[in-house]
């Protein structure tokens, strides 16, 4: 036993040390240069900055006329937005096609399925947000993240109702509640942990989504936080420290969610991609 | 880069500036501006990449004289930035104006359905010929220059000339025998700035001059589809000079950046680099005087006695068809091409080139390079447009095919054949029947 | 059965809706598309020369067989990494809380962004990976530049970002198995490799499933990451589809890049559906 306890310490070192050089050194490198002035920045090296220039961060913030709180806003109605659709829709459509296993359900799911896998198709896309009088708009924005990412949030929900036995819907329509009413008190409330998941995942993809809004969502007074970033490319390509500061500015809101969600992502992933 | 800062920070503090200074002064405003009327906002797309100061010392002038103020709006450059801007155009959400390249470019986003033709207006007869041609589909007009013309050539250390006791090459050999004496004595030869990959095409598309000495019908026959670049000799060889440049380049040269590159230039740490002109400009920016240590040659041909160099027109404004405010457009347009802009444009920002605007003299305080090699081929007439310029058809993968030649992994003839079938879809997509 | 009482197929609509419009539809216009010269105001019907054009560009078929091995190198590697990950952190260190998050870390941070620090320390000269390599006695490496490289330093890159979902999933699945059975095992002598290969490996087979099918469809559909590091380059080494279809979409050849659209919803079509079914009827077994 005690030679267990040894291993499991030594497991400890050895984990310690590989994730610092695997995962830390790039988070030190990031952060310590956009603390950096510009020359010294550019040299890309790991040492401390000899000076810290916080003001890096103040420039950031006032770059192109303060786009990025403009930016910061868009990107949180859009994630706010997709999120809470997501998981409306999401979870009412989980719930059905796991529990129904009918033709028509059948052919539903491998639709949905059919969609983690293709590609969007973007130019028919725009054509359609046009016709809908959507284009450029955050609202339809928010409904092209939300049919992207429905297959996978199905998919999550489908697998983790498979955990949930079907006798307590069925005491509940013994006891005459409308089938919404059961969705809504039984259902619902259980799918906590699975919902946390879907909360967590969706919003980093759909905040750290870059290629989409660059499509859908022209114009700078549209600007989401990842094009803040990307039009900063081509301003500051070599001004290192300006780029690592606005990504340090960009991360900062997903890490407080994750710091807030961590625990239940796998309590989540264990039913929704495990079961599923 | 220190300019792009700069810049960045001017324009946004201007506007603020404005945007504060806003209820007191639109009243003042109207009652200076000339025909009295209220300030009108026009918008204005453009990519990072370009000199903005100039442009902006010419709006504030505009805003001041005329009335109109222009807002600016960035997009990124190369491929993504042109995304956007056939992206906003097709989907009917341009800007009141729009920044983006004359010529064969120009021709590919379908200028007739989207942006204003000016050919009916006075002030067009202010631009070049040459240039007019450049921003026009048949008869109908759609440009006005943004900035100076520049050179697509070499410029070149005058330092490590000095040092190494070598002269300027009349032909495409002597400069490869320069190239090898700075490679012998472990000096970076040629400049490359591959990760920038329009850098990389600056070989080929340099070679303007020469390709259309040697062959003079070329882009002609190539716009009916009659002549391809892999079965022309004149035309193949602009791909061979890129070719013989793979072993010269500094090592990290698919790492370098054009901003990095004006560092290294600007420092004497390489003997030549392939680049636009204004490239000059931004090493002012960055390092004042130190531009003066820098020369600039034409990409030389085959024989000594006919060396030209070959000239890149700046990219225009168009104005969006579509928009509700064409007549400040046109007034816009107007006051851009007047002698006071162009006055203020070139005080904030030395030209890299002459001007694309008849009678509009050069200002005297002009680069050593500007004012003495490259003004020395406009006096012995020895220039000619690049090709993008006279032809309709530029393949929208040049640069990449460039990137892929000059790094040693096809041929020249590969690269050729390459860039043949690129332009083929591009000639498909214009309509073109080859 | 009552079934059908209970659960109402309107649940699915407002789900099946925002799909269908915004996804599926565009899907089918598509392929009408792809077989146009199309500047999206006006089109020329060309029947499949889109196809024929794409098929007979040299950069194309290079593209394909770059996505493949891209889907299946990052896909490969994720699930060796994840497992062993996974089976380190649901043991008994006492870190694991603190290393499963840094492990997970890098999926918050945009692909752009992680673009731009790798470029930045993949640097031929002043890059840290490079000075460590020289420091260490080694030569350093132009990871991107050098043609026979650049895809596999994007693959190194792509696994760093994406290992930490893998690894979440198969520590999920991982937990879910019953821990009776290790106790039987080491009962019976069963040393820690043989519990490996005998309990956790067939026990986290639908975790291992779902790694790989997500895996292989997130490589397949790569761009990115690809575009942030590389824009495709040098020249077309690190050309995928994706990239293809995007810069034929750039240039305004909308017909022609609906129709590379096309040919990658069928490629991944035929590889993707195949593999889901395999790796499923195994896992009933």
């Known amino acids: ?276 | 880069m220190k300019k792009k800062i700069v810049a960045v920070f001017l324009c946004a503090a201007m506007v603020t500036g404005m945007a504060a200074g806003c209820g007191s002064s639109s009243d003042k405003k109207s009652e200076t501006s000339a025909d009295g009327n209220e300030t009108t906002e026009l918008t204005l797309l453009i990519d990072t990449d370009v000199t903005i100061a100039g442009f902006e010392a010419v709006a504030a002038k505009a805003e001041e004289e005329i009335g109109i103020k222009v807002k600016i709006e960035t997009r990124p450059g190369g491929a993504d930035g042109d995304n956007i801007v056939k992206t906003r155009l097709a989907s009917g959400d341009m800007a009141d104006l729009c920044l983006y390249n004359s010529g064969a470019l120009l021709n590919a986003l379908n200028p007739e359905e989207y942006f204003l033709d000016i050919s009916g207006e006075d002030f067009v007869s202010r631009i070049d010929d040459n240039y007019k041609s450049a921003v026009s589909v048949g008869d109908k007009v759609f440009g006005v220059p943004y900035q100076s013309s520049q050179a697509e050539g070499i410029v070149y250390s005058k330092t490590l000339y000095e040092k190494y006791n070598l002269e300027v090459p009349k032909t495409w050999d002597e400069f490869l025998a320069n190239c090898d004496v700075l490679k012998e004595n472990k000096e970076t030869a040629i400049l490359g700035t591959f990760a920038d990959s329009w850098t990389a095409q600056v070989p080929f598309l340099g070679d303007a001059y020469n390709l259309q000495q040697s062959d003079p019908e070329f882009a002609e026959k190539f716009d009916a589809g009659e002549a391809k670049w892999a079965t022309t000799p004149a035309a193949l060889r602009s791909f061979e000079k890129l070719a013989d440049t793979t072993q010269y380049y500094n090592e990290d040269y698919l790492a370098t950046t054009y901003d990095d590159g004006c560092d290294i230039m600007a420092n004497g740490e390489a003997g030549h680099w392939f680049i636009l002109s204004q490239a000059l400009s931004n090493i002012y920016e960055l390092y004042g005087d130190q531009v003066n240590d820098l020369g600039v040659f034409a990409v030389p041909g085959d024989s000594a006695d006919d060396n030209g160099i070959t000239l890149w027109y700046p990219a225009a404004l168009y104005g969006n068809k579509n928009s509700d405010k064409t007549d400040a457009i046109l007034k816009f347009m107007e006051f851009y091409l007047s002698d006071e802009a162009l006055d203020a444009y070139s005080e904030a920002v030395l030209p890299d080139g002459p001007y694309c605007v008849k009678d509009y003299e050069m200002p005297d305080n002009a680069y050593d390079a500007v004012a003495n090699d490259i003004q020395a081929y406009f006096e012995s007439g020895k220039n000619a447009p690049a090709l993008e310029y006279i032809s309709q058809v530029k393949g929208a993968d040049c640069p990449a095919i460039c990137q892929e030649l000059g790094s040693g992994q096809t041929t020249a003839q590969e690269a050729a054949q390459k860039y043949d079938k690129d332009c083929e879809k591009q000639a498909t997509q214009l309509g073109l029947n080859w | 059965m009552e079934r059908k009482k209970i659960y109402s197929n309107w649940f699915i609509v407002p789900a099946m809706v925002i799909f269908t419009v915004f996804f599926l539809l565009p899907m089918v216009i598509s392929f009408f598309f792809s077989m146009t010269v199309w500047d999206f105001n006006s089109f020329t019907f060309c029947g499949f020369d889109n196809f024929k054009t794409f098929f007979s560009d040299t950069s194309l078929s290079s593209s394909i067989k770059n996505t493949l091995i891209y889907a299946i190198l990052t896909c490969g590697l994720k699930l060796i990494l994840a497992f062993f990950l996974a089976v380190f952190l649901t043991s008994k260190i006492k870190t694991k809380n603190f290393l499963r998050s840094v492990v997970f870390f890098p999926n918050l941070i945009s692909t752009i962004a992680v673009g731009i620090t790798f470029c930045a320390l993949m640097h031929p000269s002043k890059g840290l990976i490079n000075q460590v390599i020289t420091m260490l006695g080694g030569t350093g490496v132009d990871w991107l530049g050098n043609t026979k490289t650049a895809l596999y330093a994007v693959i190194l890159t792509d696994v760093w970002k994406g290992v930490g979902v893998a690894t979440v999933i198969f520590i999920a699945g991982m937990q879910s198995i019953d821990k009776t059975y290790y106790e039987a095992a080491s009962i019976d002598g069963a040393t820690g490799w043989e519990q490996l290969k005998a309990i956790t490996v067939p026990l986290s087979r639908p975790a291992m499933n779902s790694v790989i099918i997500l895996a292989f469809i997130s490589g397949m559909r790569t761009f990115d990451l690809i575009w942030a590091m590389t824009g495709g380059g040098p020249g077309y080494v690190t050309e995928v589809m994706a990239s293809t279809v995007y810069k034929q979409y750039a240039a305004g050849f909308y017909g022609l890049s609906t129709a590379g659209n096309v040919i990658m919803f069928i490629l991944i079509a035929i590889l993707a559906f195949p593999l889901q079914k395999f790796l499923l009827s195994r896992e009933v077994d």
């Open chain 1, 1 to 276: 036993m005690k030679r267990k306890k040894k291993l499991y310490l030594l497991g400890d070192i050895l984990g310690i040390l590989a994730a610092a050089i695997v995962f830390i050194v790039p988070f030190v490198f990031m952060l310590v240069n956009a603390l950096k002035e510009r020359r010294e920045a550019n040299l890309l090296s790991i040492g401390l900055p000899k000076e810290t220039h916080w003001e890096n961060f103040i420039e950031v913030f006032k770059a192109n006329d303060y786009q990025i709180l403009t930016a910061f806003k868009n990107s949180g109605l859009l994630v706010v937005g997709s999120v809470l659709i997501l998981i409306v829709v999401g979870s009412m459509g989980g719930y059905v096609l796991q529990r129904r296993k009918d033709s028509v359900m059948g052919i539903m799911n491998s639709l949905i399925m059919a969609g983690l896998m293709v590609p969007a198709a973007i130019l028919p896309t725009i054509w359609v947000l046009q016709k809908l009088h959507l284009y450029k708009t955050i609202g339809g924005m928010i409904l092209v993240e939300v049919a992207l990412q429905i297959p996978f949030t199905i998919m999550l929900f489908r697998g983790f109702m498979s955990s949930i036995p079907i006798e307590l819907e069925e005491a509940g329509y013994m006891d005459g509640c409308s089938r919404w009413k059961i969705f809504t008190t039984i259902i619902f409330p259980l799918l906590k942990p699975v919902t946390s998941t879907v909360i967590i995942l969706n919003a980093v993809t759909i905040f750290n989504d870059f290629t989409n809004p660059l499509y859908f969502l022209p114009g700078s007074e549209n600007a989401t936080v990842q094009l803040t970033l990307y039009n900063f490319m081509g301003q500051y390509s070599s001004s290192y420290n300006m780029l690592f500061a606005d990504v340090i500015l960009i991360t900062v809101p997903m890490l407080l969610l994750f710091i807030f969600f961590n625990k239940r992502i796998v309590d989540g992933m264990v039913a929704g991609a495990v079961k599923g």
